[in-house]
């Protein structure tokens, strides 16, 4: 059941038709996901009361190499997908390669995109597709982000280090 939450682009942006004639509003929010803990769940149901319908960017295994490092990601792509596709929360989950999530928003055009409270400004970190996102007319929210909890900090602490 879980799995065919899992959809190819194709299959999103159909989706995405459907969700709009039917007058829902869609939410984004994107991620490497690896080693899922309970931060990522609670910043996945933040993100969901936002609107009716969360869509959850999955960094794929080559995008988080170039972001996180050689070493990662701890679980494939497809095993990542299918653990997000089984919470209640989320809707539908699309796998990219890109560095950022603006091609897939550019395209998808979700009238939220949630980032991490790390982001918020005026002393968070930059958001490259704040632009993006204000052009279609779309609007930015922020969850709360867990500084104690985080799969950097699971890996260290299995590692004994």
């Excluded at 910043?43 to 990662?72: C, H, T």
């Amino acid at each position: 059941m879980s799995v065919e939450k899992v959809l190819s682009w194709k299959s999103l942006l159909e989706k995405r038709e459907v969700w709009k004639r039917e007058g829902k509003s869609v939410v984004w929010t994107n991620g490497c996901f690896d080693l899922i803990h309970v931060g990522h769940v609670r910043s996945l149901q933040a993100a969901r009361r936002f609107g009716d319908v969360l869509v959850v960017g999955l960094n794929s295994d080559s995008s988080v190499r170039k972001l996180k490092g050689p070493e990662r990601p701890v679980v494939p792509e497809s095993e990542r997908a299918e653990i997000l596709a089984a919470l209640e929360c989320v809707n539908a989950v699309y796998i990219f390669s890109d560095d950022t999530p603006e091609r897939p928003l550019a395209e998808l055009r979700p009238d939220i995109h949630c980032k991490g409270e790390d982001y918020k400004p005026p002393h968070g970190k930059p958001i490259p597709e704040a632009a993006l996102v204000a052009a279609y007319g779309g609007k930015i929210e922020f969850i709360p982000f867990e500084i104690a909890t985080s799969t950097t900090g699971l890996i260290k602490s299995i590692k004994g280090s």
